[in-house]
């Protein structure tokens, strides 16, 4: 059985940057679709990031709110994707999910999604 572990988050300032780590066990990413959500207080789950890997071909998909900021990539020794946060704003300020997608195909819907980590909370100061 497939588990997430995300690591990465923090405080930091409007500006700022971090990377998340998403680090999976039991299960290779091969093949895989691997999406990024927040979730801030008071709000609904939103999708942020996903990515998925078909036929060698890497398929990328961003929110428009994070798009030209946020970064996906994959370290497949590692079994371990990445989040890069460039440019933070405190809107991005939220509780971070990873998950692995029920398909191979990139999804902006959290059902599509079977596998969840524990979330890692990233704050980001004015």
């Known amino acids: 059985q497939v588990q997430l572990v995300e690591s990465g988050g923090g405080l930091v300032q409007a500006g700022g940057s971090l990377r998340l780590s998403c680090a999976a066990s039991?299960?290779?990413?091969?093949?895989?679709?691997m999406g990024w959500f927040r979730q801030a207080p008071g709000k609904e789950r939103e999708f942020v990031a996903a990515?998925?890997?078909?036929?060698?071909?890497?398929?990328?998909d961003y929110a428009d709110s994070v798009k030209g900021r946020f970064t996906l990539s994959r370290d497949s020794a590692q079994n371990t994707v990445y989040l890069q946060m460039d440019s933070l704003k405190v809107e991005d300020t939220a509780v971070y999910y990873c998950?692995?997608?029920?398909?191979?195909?990139?999804?902006?819907?959290?059902?599509?999604?079977?596998?969840w980590g524990q979330g890692t909370q990233v704050t980001v100061s004015s």
């Open positions: 998950a692995v997608s029920r398909t191979d195909w990139v999804s902006r819907a959290s059902d599509d999604y079977g596998v």
């Open positions: 039991g299960r290779s990413f091969t093949n895989a679709a």
């Open positions: 990515v998925s890997w078909r036929r060698a071909i890497t398929y990328y």
